[in-house]
């Protein structure tokens, strides 16, 4: 089970760039999903990676074997990468059964018949798709083509599966169902899994690591909780989580290496950080995450519900504030009449700092009034 | 009785009010209409062929009376054109349907077969490299690739003979090969099976790389992709992956070819008839010629039309199959395209080489041999056979003055433009419409009804067809000459173009779209012109293009019908029967000039083309 490596990978199409100096390790085993809104690149690293797509320069290695250098002149074909790919539409031939299916890619490898066989019964059943083993795939639903895609890929027993939205295509619920299995199936296989995605809750819950792109540019590329803590820029910050982290102005002065008096919301506050940091010349801004704001009657600072939207198991309140509309996510169903006057807290020691010129994440720490 | 009546005014006014609901929906209007107009328009011809083909001709009388000691008159009924054609005779007229009937059709077939593979080996071919490998010049090769279609078919044979006649072969003519090289090749490369093969594969071809290329366009990239991640070979993904979906493009092209193939009647006459290779439709003319055969010309029309029915039923069965293809299309963006490095340079190179040869070289034919005044000596040039403001002297026939300031060339020249303009306009109006009628009731019998029938004239041979016509317009005299009569000739005969074309931009269009504009009040006529057509608008501008270029090009469809004055097409026939070289490659100079011009600026001003006329993408 090899490890892949890419360094400096760069795709191309005349002026536009595709993907931009990407530096990548994906380790063993890991289950990586490369995360981003359309067009940011990264369905052309995961058709770079599986040797569908040439990079324009870098190199791409599987353990210490080189699949692709510009410099070395080195182009290994897809075919010879033995990578899986689930394809966004799932690529069902039309013209071949659900078996004929699942065994093209045996046959190509000259499995014995017997062993073929074995192999497709096998996957059939894994998949609980047995019943269908002799349809067309124009017979099957979005759900079950999923499946038999699925079993198609994992049939030849890839070391590396890479998997382009597979799930994008179903609707709500058989999505998380897909999900659940998606994770089992990593575990049963103890292969190393690239997920490409632009739904971040995806990212969040499949992943043990996850690769945030935009325009080309690597933003983040680390551990899901870590990516949802400690965002590196307020790209990664506002694309992550739903609904989206408070991005708010504040104005900050240093008081000693761990804390700064910063004026937010109206209030004049101390933040103390987790870690020494130094306050850049440009300002600042809080990132707040929606459950970090604590709506209680004796709250520090003062808003009006601007909506209030329940939803069960937690409500999501947003408040006015000045011009500003922040969102809170409280525990329960709550209702608030609309404009209605109310005061909150800022909790937690999650509290992000922002630097407002090069949009890095400066530190974290907690916010104390007075 | 009163209850009774009261309620059989009831169940009238029931029926009567379900009627009206049906028909305050336009597009059952639409299915209705035309299901009965497309019945008229071909179960009356088919009627009329059945007919003739069971009554006496002139001549038929006359040879049915002494070998079988009937007493016929031209115009009983009888069997015997049956008999006569199809089975083994007697005595002296003993081979008579071998050599009208039996030997043609397996020319026919034989020539259709040839034809077939060599336009699905050069279109396909063409297809792969343009869509699915890095190959150079794209823009170039599928834009003049598609010359060869949009000329006439008989133009490719004009120019085999230009090139290939040779002093050892027919009359002697010398042509281009042996005046610049002094090599005669041998008979049956001139005249014969093998040239009528070669040109009207060729001329298909195109239609072959439109119908496969559009597929394989259409083809979700990652369907190839897929089979490559499971390290499948090239080849194996060729043979297991592509061509298997394209099948039922090829089937299509086969349809289509060997039906056209079976049917034409310009090549064979150019480059088989010398060598006395002829084919049925030759067989049908010659049958046909005078009207003294006409029972028997009618029965090797029905032969034809039922081939044309065969094959049809063999598409539809194979296409309608299980393994249904409707999951081809996808919206894969990504399409990385095979390297053929080295190569690409040679390929390159041979295509251009060839495409000039089909595409470029046949106009430049015309425009030379419009202009030596002694065939076949190219230090004879002149240009007196389009500038000449006086009689032009030498030929068997008055001629006029030159094609330029020639009053009987212009005249022909705007009759045929004014057809096919009228046609054109009639027939993609109509193509619009059906296509709308058909995909708004999709699946139902109606639908499937008018589809087929609208593809029909398809099969019927434009010979038979034209004859057809005679025989009705015989009837209806009111008809006969007339621009009337050549116009609803035209109109049905090109119906399945602008059919096709029109149902598959309408098929493409969901009803929510229509549906959006009826929520918001628009009325049906403004849901047509403002919403529908916009959105195909190309689609649907081709399916006025191909009957306009067909019509502009049509000989064997308007030869019986006509004066040979009235039309360009019909002239240059005159033309060409009676040896006027220069003038006859001069008019086809033009007809192939206004074809391409029309074309092209019709391209460039509204994107439509042939290709998507045919059914292409």
């Given at each position: 089970?090899?490890?892949?490596?890419?360094?400096?990978?760069t795709?191309?199409?005349?002026?536009?760039i595709?993907?931009?100096?990407?530096?990548?390790?994906?380790?063993?085993?890991?289950?990586?999903?490369?995360l981003?809104?359309?067009?940011?690149?990264?369905?052309?690293?995961?058709?770079m990676?599986?040797?569908?797509?040439?990079?324009?320069?870098?190199?791409?290695?599987?353990?210490?074997?080189?699949?692709?250098?510009?410099?070395?002149?080195?182009n290994?074909?897809?075919?010879?990468?033995?990578?899986?790919?689930?394809?966004?539409?799932?690529?069902?031939?039309?013209?071949?059964?659900?078996t004929?299916?699942?065994?093209f890619?045996?046959?190509?490898?000259?499995?014995?018949?017997?062993?073929i066989?074995?192999r497709?019964?096998?996957?059939?059943?894994?998949?609980?798709?047995?019943?269908?083993a002799?349809?067309?795939?124009?017979?099957?639903?979005?759900?079950?083509?999923?499946?038999?895609?699925?079993?198609?890929?994992?049939?030849?027993?890839?070391?590396?599966?890479?998997m382009?939205?597979?799930?994008s295509?179903?609707?709500?619920?058989?999505?998380?169902?897909?999900?659940t299995?998606?994770?089992?199936?990593?575990r049963?296989?103890?292969?190393?899994?690239?997920?490409?995605?632009?739904?971040?809750?995806?990212?969040m819950?499949?992943?043990s690591?996850?690769?945030?792109?935009?325009?080309?540019?690597?933003?983040?590329?680390?551990?899901?909780?870590?990516?949802?803590?400690?965002?590196?820029?307020?790209?990664?910050?506002?694309?992550?989580?739903?609904?989206?982290?408070?991005?708010?102005?504040?104005?900050?002065?240093?008081?000693?290496?761990?804390?700064?008096?910063?004026?937010?919301?109206?209030?004049?506050?101390?933040?103390?950080?987790?870690?020494?940091?130094?306050?850049?010349?440009?300002?600042?801004?809080l990132?707040?995450?929606?459950?970090?704001?604590?709506?209680?009657?004796?709250?520090?600072f003062?808003?009006s519900?601007?909506?209030?939207?329940?939803?069960g198991?937690?409500?999501?309140?947003?408040?006015?504030?000045?011009?500003?509309?922040?969102?809170?996510?409280?525990?329960?169903?709550?209702?608030?009449?609309?404009?209605?006057?109310?005061?909150?807290?800022?909790?937690g020691?999650?509290?992000?700092?922002?630097?407002?010129?090069t949009?890095?994440?400066?530190?974290?720490?907690s916010?104390?009034?007075? | 009785?009163s209850?009774?009546?009261?309620?059989?005014?009831?169940?009238?006014?029931?029926?009567?009010?379900r009627?009206?609901s049906?028909?305050s929906?336009?597009?059952?209007?639409l299915?209705?209409?035309?299901a009965?107009?497309?019945?008229?328009?071909?179960?009356?011809?088919?009627?009329s062929?059945?007919?003739?083909?069971?009554?006496?001709?002139?001549?038929?009388?006359?040879?049915?009376?002494s070998?079988?000691?009937?007493k016929l008159?031209?115009g009983?009924?009888?069997w015997?054109?049956?008999?006569?054609?199809?089975?083994?005779?007697?005595?002296?007229?003993a081979d008579?349907?071998?050599?009208?009937?039996?030997?043609?059709?397996?020319?026919?077939?034989?020539m259709?077969?040839?034809?077939?593979?060599?336009?699905?080996?050069?279109?396909?071919?063409?297809?792969?490299?343009?869509?699915?490998t890095?190959?150079?010049?794209?823009k170039?090769?599928?834009?003049?690739?598609?010359f060869?279609?949009?000329?006439?078919?008989?133009?490719?044979?004009?120019v085999?003979?230009?090139?290939?006649?040779?002093?050892?072969?027919?009359?002697?003519?010398v042509?281009?090969?042996e005046?610049?090289?002094g090599?005669?090749?041998?008979?049956?490369?001139?005249?014969?099976?093998?040239?009528?093969?070669?040109?009207m594969?060729?001329?298909?071809?195109?239609?072959?790389?439109i119908?496969?290329?559009g597929?394989?366009?259409?083809?979700d990239?990652n369907?190839?992709?897929?089979?490559?991640?499971?390290?499948?070979?090239r080849?194996?993904?060729l043979?297991?992956?592509?061509?298997?979906?394209?099948?039922?493009?090829?089937?299509?092209?086969?349809?289509?070819?060997?039906?056209?193939?079976m049917a034409?009647?310009?090549?064979?006459?150019?480059?088989?008839?010398?060598?006395?290779?002829?084919?049925?439709?030759?067989?049908?003319r010659?049958?046909?010629?005078?009207?003294?055969?006409?029972?028997?010309?009618?029965?090797?029309?029905?032969?034809?039309?039922?081939?044309?029915?065969?094959?049809?039923?063999?598409?539809?069965?194979?296409?309608?199959?299980?393994?249904?293809f409707?999951?081809v299309?996808?919206?894969?963006?990504?399409?990385?395209?095979?390297?053929?490095?080295?190569?690409?340079?040679?390929?390159?190179?041979?295509?251009?080489?060839?495409?000039?040869l089909?595409?470029?070289?046949?106009?430049?034919?015309?425009?030379?041999?419009?202009?030596v005044?002694?065939?076949?000596?190219?230090?004879?040039?002149?240009?007196?056979?389009?500038l000449?403001?006086?009689?032009i002297s030498?030929?068997?026939v008055?001629?006029?003055n030159?094609?330029?300031?020639?009053?009987?060339?212009?005249?022909a020249?705007?009759?045929?433009?004014?057809?096919?303009?009228?046609?054109?306009l009639?027939?993609?109006?109509?193509?619009?419409?059906?296509?709308?009628?058909?995909a708004?009731?999709?699946?139902?019998?109606?639908?499937?009804?008018?589809?087929?029938l609208?593809?029909?004239?398809?099969?019927?041979?434009?010979?038979?067809?034209?004859?057809?016509f005679?025989?009705?317009?015989?009837?209806?005299?009111?008809?006969?000459?007339?621009?009337?009569l050549?116009?609803?000739?035209?109109?049905?005969?090109?119906?399945?173009?602008?059919?096709?074309s029109?149902?598959?931009?309408?098929m493409?269009?969901?009803?929510?779209?229509?549906?959006?504009?009826?929520i918001?009040?628009?009325?049906?006529?403004?849901r047509?012109?403002?919403?529908?057509?916009?959105?195909?608008?190309?689609?649907?501008?081709?399916?006025?293009?191909?009957?306009?270029?067909?019509?502009?090009?049509?000989?064997?469809?308007?030869?019986?019908?006509?004066?040979?004055?009235?039309l360009?097409?019909?002239?240059?026939s005159?033309?060409?029967e009676?040896?006027?070289?220069?003038?006859?490659?001069?008019?086809?100079?033009?007809?192939?000039?206004?074809?391409?011009l029309?074309?092209?600026?019709?391209?460039?001003?509204?994107?439509?083309s042939?290709?998507?006329?045919?059914?292409?993408?």
């Amino acid at each position: 089970m090899p490890k892949i490596t890419l360094t400096h990978v760069t795709k191309q199409w005349g002026n536009f760039i595709g993907v931009n100096d990407l530096n990548l390790e994906i380790e063993d085993g890991a289950f990586v999903t490369l995360l981003g809104s359309s067009g940011c690149g990264k369905t052309t690293t995961l058709r770079m990676i599986a040797g569908l797509e040439t990079p324009t320069h870098g190199e791409i290695r599987f353990d210490d074997k080189i699949m692709f250098s510009d410099e070395k002149n080195i182009n290994v074909p897809a075919a010879k990468r033995e990578v899986g790919f689930l394809f966004q539409n799932y690529a069902l031939w039309p013209h071949m059964t659900v078996t004929q299916n699942i065994a093209f890619g045996l046959e190509t490898l000259k499995w014995k018949k017997p062993e073929i066989t074995e192999r497709v019964k096998e996957m059939l059943k894994t998949l609980r798709i047995e019943q269908f083993a002799d349809r067309y795939p124009a017979e099957l639903s979005g759900g079950q083509q999923q499946r038999v895609a699925i079993a198609r890929t994992l049939a030849p027993k890839p070391k590396v599966l890479f998997m382009d939205e597979p799930l994008s295509n179903l609707d709500a619920k058989l999505r998380g169902e897909m999900r659940t299995e998606l994770k089992r199936l990593h575990r049963d296989m103890g292969a190393t899994f690239v997920y490409v995605t632009h739904d971040q809750l995806e990212a969040m819950t499949l992943s043990s690591k996850i690769c945030l792109m935009n325009e080309g540019v690597l933003q983040q590329y680390a551990p899901p909780l870590t990516v949802y803590n400690r965002p590196s820029n307020l790209f990664v910050a506002d694309f992550v989580g739903n609904p989206s982290m408070n991005i708010v102005d504040a104005k900050a002065e240093k008081k000693d290496a761990k804390t700064a008096a910063v004026d937010v919301l109206g209030k004049r506050v101390t933040f103390h950080a987790n870690e020494e940091f130094d306050l850049p010349d440009g300002g600042v801004c809080l990132g707040i995450r929606p459950e970090f704001l604590f709506i209680s009657e004796n709250g520090a600072f003062e808003g009006s519900a601007y909506s209030t939207l329940p939803a069960g198991m937690e409500t999501t309140v947003k408040i006015k504030v000045g011009e500003e509309i922040l969102s809170a996510v409280m525990f329960g169903a709550i209702d608030y009449e609309t404009d209605a006057k109310l005061r909150y807290d800022i909790t937690g020691d999650n509290i992000l700092i922002f630097d407002r010129g090069t949009t890095r994440c400066i530190a974290s720490g907690s916010i104390v009034v007075g | 009785m009163s209850k009774n009546g009261s309620e059989g005014r009831k169940s009238g006014q029931k029926l009567l009010y379900r009627a009206k609901s049906y028909f305050s929906v336009q597009a059952n209007v639409l299915i209705v209409l035309f299901a009965v107009l497309l019945l008229v328009a071909t179960a009356y011809p088919m009627f009329s062929v059945i007919r003739s083909s069971l009554t006496a001709g002139q001549m038929e009388a006359m040879m049915y009376n002494s070998l079988f000691s009937t007493k016929l008159k031209t115009g009983d009924f009888t069997w015997l054109n049956f008999k006569m054609l199809l089975t083994r005779g007697t005595g002296m007229m003993a081979d008579w349907s071998v050599m009208q009937f039996w030997k043609p059709l397996w020319n026919s077939l034989r020539m259709s077969t040839y034809a077939c593979l060599i336009a699905i080996l050069i279109g396909g071919t063409i297809a792969f490299l343009i869509t699915r490998t890095d190959i150079r010049c794209k823009k170039f090769f599928s834009s003049v690739f598609i010359f060869p279609y949009i000329m006439p078919s008989w133009t490719l044979a004009l120019v085999w003979k230009n090139v290939f006649a040779n002093s050892n072969v027919g009359t002697g003519v010398v042509g281009m090969l042996e005046s610049l090289t002094g090599i005669c090749v041998p008979a049956w490369v001139v005249y014969g099976i093998f040239p009528c093969s070669i040109v009207m594969g060729i001329h298909y071809a195109p239609f072959a790389y439109i119908l496969i290329g559009g597929t394989l366009r259409n083809m979700d990239a990652n369907l190839e992709e897929a089979a490559t991640i499971l390290q499948a070979g090239r080849g194996r993904i060729l043979r297991k992956i592509t061509i298997p979906i394209v099948m039922p493009a090829l089937f299509s092209t086969v349809l289509l070819v060997f039906s056209s193939t079976m049917a034409s009647y310009a090549v064979p006459v150019f480059v088989g008839s010398p060598a006395n290779f002829f084919v049925l439709s030759t067989r049908l003319r010659s049958l046909y010629e005078g009207g003294i055969y006409t029972g028997q010309a009618y029965v090797m029309t029905i032969a034809l039309i039922l081939f044309g029915m065969i094959l049809l039923g063999l598409n539809t069965w194979f296409t309608g199959k299980r393994k249904s293809f409707t999951t081809v299309t996808g919206k894969s963006g990504q399409v990385s395209y095979i390297k053929i490095g080295k190569f690409n340079y040679v390929i390159t190179v041979i295509l251009v080489i060839f495409l000039f040869l089909i595409s470029i070289f046949p106009i430049i034919s015309f425009a030379l041999e419009s202009m030596v005044a002694k065939q076949g000596d190219y230090s004879t040039l002149t240009l007196k056979y389009w500038l000449s403001r006086t009689e032009i002297s030498g030929y068997a026939v008055a001629v006029g003055n030159g094609i330029l300031f020639n009053r009987n060339i212009l005249n022909a020249l705007w009759g045929s433009i004014k057809l096919s303009l009228i046609v054109s306009l009639i027939v993609g109006s109509c193509g619009v419409l059906i296509g709308y009628a058909v995909a708004r009731k999709r699946g139902t019998k109606l639908a499937g009804l008018v589809s087929g029938l609208a593809f029909f004239p398809y099969l019927v041979p434009s010979m038979a067809f034209g004859a057809i016509f005679l025989a009705v317009a015989s009837k209806l005299t009111f008809l006969r000459g007339t621009l009337l009569l050549l116009i609803i000739v035209g109109g049905i005969k090109y119906l399945p173009f602008a059919t096709r074309s029109g149902t598959n931009a309408m098929m493409q269009l969901s009803g929510e779209i229509e549906e959006a504009a009826l929520i918001v009040g628009a009325s049906w006529p403004k849901r047509m012109l403002r919403i529908l057509f916009p959105i195909q608008k190309s689609a649907f501008i081709s399916g006025y293009l191909l009957p306009f270029v067909s019509c502009m090009r049509e000989l064997s469809l308007f030869v019986l019908l006509t004066k040979s004055g009235t039309l360009i097409t019909t002239l240059l026939s005159y033309f060409d029967e009676k040896a006027v070289n220069q003038m006859s490659n001069g008019i086809n100079l033009l007809i192939v000039i206004i074809v391409l011009l029309v074309n092209f600026t019709t391209n460039k001003l509204t994107g439509a083309s042939i290709d998507k006329g045919v059914g292409g993408n």
